[in-house]
């Protein structure tokens, strides 16, 4: 077993990316305040978190902080380079995260107005349904007031319950 060259301890990956005082306190505290900015309950930072990726945006958020810390830990043994993890950091990377399935969803959705112009009344409002549905999605897995989707104005019909979609 390899000693953490920051710490001393044993380094088992549960160690390094939940234990270690090296990171834990800084992490504990950006996890717990990006969630808050979501609109999501905190959680203490433990294996525990795994638990909580059926939310796309939270599972992001929990990617992106493995990712700073697996590469503060590098940084230290290659490098010898002290690297601290910065909270505005991992919110920007979280908030790009969202433009990919933002884009994917209005793909499909543009694709489904061009069907439905050539479709009978009542085949347009099992389309319009699927839109609602396809908004509703993404804003259930993506939005969140930390950084919420203006939605286009060709949009706005289809927005039903969405009003986090809204800025
Ligand atoms: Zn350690």
């Known amino acids: ?8 301890e044993d380094e088992t990956s549960e160690h390094i990316f939940f234990n270690c005082k090296a990171h834990i306190k800084n992490t504990q505290e950006i996890f717990n305040y990006t ?10 930072w433990n294996v525990k ?25 590098n940084k230290l ?8 993890i910065h909270r505005q950091q991992v919110i920007r990377e979280l908030i790009k995260t969202q433009r990919a399935p933002w884009d994917r969803t209005q793909a499909v959705i543009n694709k489904t107005l061009r069907i439905k112009s050539k479709q009978r009344p009542e085949e347009q ?13 993404f804003s ?5 007031p930390l950084h919420a989707i203006a939605l286009p104005k060709h949009l706005k019909k289809y927005n ?3 009003s986090t979609l809204h800025k």
């Not at 290659?78 to 601290?84: C, L, P, Q, S, T």
């Open 160 to 162: 039903n319950s969405l």
């Open 77 to 84: 043994i290659h490098d010898e380079i002290e690297i601290v």
């Open 1 to 8: 077993m390899q000693h953490a060259k920051q710490c001393g």
């Open 49 to 73: 978190i795994l638990n909580h990726l059926q939310i796309a945006l939270i599972a992001n958020l929990i990617a992106i902080i493995f990712e700073k810390i697996w590469h503060k830990r």
């Open 35 to 44: 969630l808050i900015k979501c609109g999501h309950t905190t959680h203490t």
């Open 140 to 144: 259930r897995q993506w939005n969140s």
């Open 125 to 137: 409002n099992k389309l319009d349904s699927l839109i609602s549905l396809k908004l509703l999605k």
